[in-house]
């Protein structure tokens, strides 16, 4: 696998956070891989062979070759039928909002084609330079006109949002809510209607996805470092061992045990551990 990452031009910094790329060879038996959030949205194009994501315990649907994948909230399961090549932008949780009218949250759980969100003519224009281009660089450019183009002036990112996600992500998702409302209820309603716009999750769920990205790094890490899950659990803010354990398994479908060296899961341990 063959995992790289690129930063924005200065120009969309603000709202986009990195693109990335991913290559791998056709396999002979390839394993159905679990994806889990990371509350993150991303814009993702497909440009190797179809990839196949699993909506039932027996049903999947091909994936749009191009398309916005939204807020993810629960883990889900995907599978190349073919040579993977893969080219993406990934943009902060407030930043997508900044680029589309439709109501983020609607995008949750789900793959939505690019062509419905935007001018059909143009994404089919975009498509074809993203197929054609000789290069990552190259096809950056493109996108990045694109997102310059639909990006709505008017709309202006949130600073109480801003402020909420920047300290999430600073204490990696272990600071209370109510810590950062400073015990105010009543800004509890008014922050989640404007994070259910802008971001598509609920501060409490993005809290929840960011403190468990912490502690799947340091589980990968493990042998580095020698922390036991106890420690782990700890180190991340949950209450206990059990706490951790219940939320790694809503997240992720399984135990935190059962992560490490896991098949089905090398494709999110890759990703993280190359955050």
Aim: charged share 25%; aromatic share 10%.
């Amino acid at each position: 696998m063959n995992y790289q990452k690129y930063e924005p031009h200065q120009d969309l910094e603000s709202l986009v956070n990195f693109y990335w790329t991913l290559e791998v060879p056709k396999l002979e038996n390839p394993q159905r891989q679990r994806i889990v959030p990371d509350g993150n949205i991303e814009i993702i194009f497909i440009l190797g062979d179809d990839v196949k994501r699993w909506v039932s315990e027996d049903e999947f649907i091909l994936q749009p070759r191009a398309m916005v994948l939204g807020q993810v909230t629960k883990p889900y399961y995907i599978l190349p039928t073919g040579q993977v090549e893969t080219f993406a932008v990934s943009f902060y949780p407030y930043g997508f909002a900044n680029f589309v009218s439709v109501p983020i949250s609607d995008l949750v759980n789900q793959e939505t084609a690019l062509n419905t969100l935007f001018d059909k003519e143009e994404v089919d224009e975009l498509e074809q330079m993203i197929i054609n281009a000789k290069d990552t660089a190259t096809r950056i450019e493109h996108l990045e006109h694109f997102l310059r183009n639909k990006l709505h002036t008017d709309n202006v990112i949130d600073k109480i949002v801003k402020s909420t996600i920047d300290t999430i992500f600073s204490s990696k998702g272990k600071t209370p809510i109510n810590t950062l409302l400073k015990n105010d209820p009543s800004k509890k309603k008014q922050l989640e209607r404007k994070f259910k716009k802008q971001v598509g999750l609920s501060p409490k769920q993005l809290s929840k996805i960011i403190r468990l990205q912490a502690a799947l790094k340091m589980v990968l890490d493990q042998d580095k470092n020698t922390s036991n899950l106890t420690n782990i659990a700890y180190e991340s803010g949950f209450y206990d061992q059990s706490h951790f354990i219940r939320d790694f398994k809503e997240f992720t479908g399984i135990i935190p045990k059962e992560f490490i060296n896991n098949k089905e899961l090398q494709l999110s341990a890759l990703f993280y551990s190359e955050e």
